[in-house]
Structure formats: structure tokens, C-alpha cells
């Protein structure tokens, strides 16, 4: 069994930035697909960024030059470094850990994932 645990959420102002980790353990996590998904009051969940462990990453267009994912196989930890963060970005936010080899053009959709975080609120207001 896989346990993510994401830590790095609060409140910044618009324009500003955070970064999110995502800390795994339990089972061998070093291969896994890790996405980031985040979910507004009312909407679905977003998929907004898949890494393979290569390093390869895919992002969702509404994130594209502001967001950044990386990973640190050896330690099992993600992170999502997130600048230029406007209202729109407010949202609970998700890191998850899904297979291998996960063809990219399913990599962002959340039913494609096995193991999930319990998710973090990320705020963007004045």
C-alpha cells in the first residue's frame, strides 16, 4: 500500500507563489506516474501536471509557464512549484501515483491513478 501526504498549501496573494511536496511511502513508489490534480467548489477534478520517473512531464494548458513539477525519486518526494497564482488557481490540490508506464494522453485524467494524498487547500486572495 502507497501513502502520499501533501504538505506547502495556505493563503498567498495574487501574483505570488507557493510550492506544494508531495511525500510518499509504503510500497515502491521510485517508478510511479505522479500527477497533480486540484479541485474547486463545485467543479471536477483537474488534472494539471504527470511526471514518469524519467522526468518527463505533460501540463494542462491553464498551467503551462506558471507551474513547474519535479520529483526526487531517491527520497519518494514530488513538488509543484506554483508561481504567478491567481484567484482562479484557488482550489483543494492532489497529488497522486499511478503506473509506469501511463500513456501520457491518459495521464490527466484522475481515474487513471491508484493511490491519492488527502489533498490541501491552496487559497489565492488580497
Known amino acids: 500500500q502507497l501513502q502520499l501526504v501533501e504538505s506547502g498549501g495556505g493563503l498567498v496573494q495574487p501574483g505570488g507563489s507557493l510550492t506544494l511536496s508531495c511525500a510518499a511511502s509504503?510500497?515502491?513508489?521510485?517508478?510511479?506516474?505522479i500527477g497533480w490534480f486540484r479541485q474547486a467548489p463545485g467543479k471536477e477534478r483537474e488534472g494539471i501536471s504527470c511526471?514518469?520517473?524519467?522526468?518527463?512531464?505533460r501540463y494542462a494548458d491553464s498551467v503551462k509557464g506558471r507551474f513547474s513539477a519535479s520529483r526526487d525519486s531517491a527520497r519518494n518526494i514530488a513538488s509543484l512549484q506554483m508561481l504567478s497564482l491567481e484567484p482562479e488557481d484557488t482550489a483543494v490540490y492532489y497529488c497522486?501515483?499511478?503506473?509506469?508506464?501511463?500513456?501520457?494522453?491518459?495521464?490527466?485524467?484522475?481515474?487513471?491513478?491508484?493511490?491519492w494524498g488527502q489533498g490541501i487547500q491552496v487559497t489565492v486572495s488580497s
Open positions: 509504503g510500497s515502491t513508489s521510485g517508478g510511479a506516474t
Open positions: 511526471s514518469r520517473s524519467s522526468g518527463t512531464t
Open positions: 497522486a501515483a499511478g503506473p509506469a508506464f501511463l500513456a501520457f494522453g491518459r495521464c490527466l485524467l484522475p481515474g487513471s491513478y491508484n493511490y
